[in-house]
């Protein structure tokens, strides 16, 4: 017989086995010696007293066998010779996509700016040691995308939307430890995941797909309202009847180049702001009630909302543990993100802080609406590359309590941002709409997180890809763009999604529309 229980423990009592088995059995009423396998299906932390608390839930057994077989490994067909579909980026939406290509019985052809993980690892290196950005391999390009070396967090709001258990089973078959499937926060780690993305490469190319790095899109191949493919720098040439689009926020020279077509975009709200660095000593006496952390509990996080004016002020991609990272995509700009590895041991906690941008907020929308919202992000970025001295990727920053009572920082407090921080006065030069509704949401916040507003805080400037500021378009039952026959635009950079889960839907969701209509050929 097979049994469901939920428990309330302590941190030591959930962090074994022998310790809440025993719990389960007397809330069952049997003997422990009676449980034959047990395996939890939920975990999640309940700090809300200074009584902390993990919230457990078991699936137990008492059959002598224990449970069956897990099922079977997912196995991918043989897809060498079928219809070929084309996805241009790599990303979470991108490589779902061609997995359920190949599941459906398509040919994925994958293009991707950037290179491989591996190598693309060694381009972060050199961006972090030594300034030197390349615009194709980043943390924004490349083979895994934005969120390969940034975070891997892998909760969504989405589920309305397809079937998140699913992409998280697909990434534990993938090398992901099982702790996705049951944390109620789950989290691969940066570390980590540019492992899964490897293999999630080697199932793609097993079953017949095709993957080509360092291949930017320079041109759409489109006749009588129908896409044929696409032309890549150095003159390649694409073809298949349908191409889905996931090439992500940050490629902004896509969205240029579909406005120069005539194929529409339209401008959406959007978010920017700053990403907040404390101690992660600081944040968890703040969230577990002053006690130590001890070795029972992680790391603490926090998730903090607003309204100030009108527009929502609220924190965003929260790294305990983690490190502040140069998010830019080119020379010349300052883009700051963050990141945390799977131990998420860093001395350090941070998360982005942002201001809602709606349109009209954006200067010179009456002339270029489309691309409003792009110009407003780039022109800020360039800003913050001033504002840091001119130098690589050096980040303008000021003191959170400064920043709050709009004065100089006179000095900084240490961060995990390894390319350096210049003192900058934030509050002068970001624009009054993200400076005054950002003051007014950290006092919030200090109201409600006592020690929150500390002089061991440091902003750094820009958080600001966010999400795509612009939209392309799409038919709700065919997922097609308007215009184009066969051309459906894909994940964060189509503005359908916000992260590596929801990305990994929407990827999928594009796949399924586009197999039907190439098999139906």
Known sequence: MHQRVALTTTPREAAAQSLYLPIAARKLGIAPGEITAVRITRRSIDARSRRIRVNLELEVSTDPAGFAPAATQLTYPDVHGKPPVLVVGAGPAGLFAALRLVELGCRPIIIERGREVKTRRKDIARLLRRHALDPDSNYGFGEGGAGAFSDGKLYTR???????????????????????????????????????????????????????????????????????????????????????????????????????????????????????????????????????????????????????????????????????????????????NGMSFAKRNSPFANAGVVVEIRLADLPGLDAAPELAGLHYQAGLEREAFRQGGRQGQTAPAQRLTDFVAGRYSSDLPPSSYLPGVASSPLHDWLPAPITTRLQQGFRVFGRHLKGFLSREAVLLAVESRTSSPVRIPRRPDTLEHPQIQGFYPCGEGAGYAGGIVSSAIDGERCAEKAAAAVNRT
């Open 158 to 336: 989405s589920h309305k939307r397809g079937d998140a258990r699913r992409i998280l089973t697909i990434l534990h078959h993938h090398g992901a430890a099982a702790e996705i499937l049951f944390e109620a926060q789950p989290h691969i780690g940066s570390n980590k995941l540019p492992g899964v993305i490897q293999n999630i490469r080697g199932s793609i190319l097993a079953a017949g797909g095709e993957i080509h790095f360092e291949t930017p899109l320079t041109e759409f191949i489109i006749s009588a309202g129908k896409i044929q493919g696409v032309r890549t720098r150095g003159g390649g040439t694409f073809k298949a009847a349908a191409t889905i689009m996931a090439t992500g926020h940050s490629a902004r020279d896509i969205y240029h180049r579909l406005h120069r077509s005539g194929i529409a975009i339209t401008p959406k709200a959007f978010a920017m702001g700053v990403r907040l660095e404390h101690p992660q000593t600081l944040i968890d006496r703040i969230q577990y009630h002053g006690q130590p952390r001890g070795v029972y509990l992680p790391p603490a996080t926090y998730r903090l909302v607003t309204q100030v004016d009108g527009r929502g002020v609220y924190s965003f991609c929260m790294c305990p543990g983690g490190f502040i990272i140069p998010a830019a995509t080119r020379p010349g700009e300052v883009v700051v």
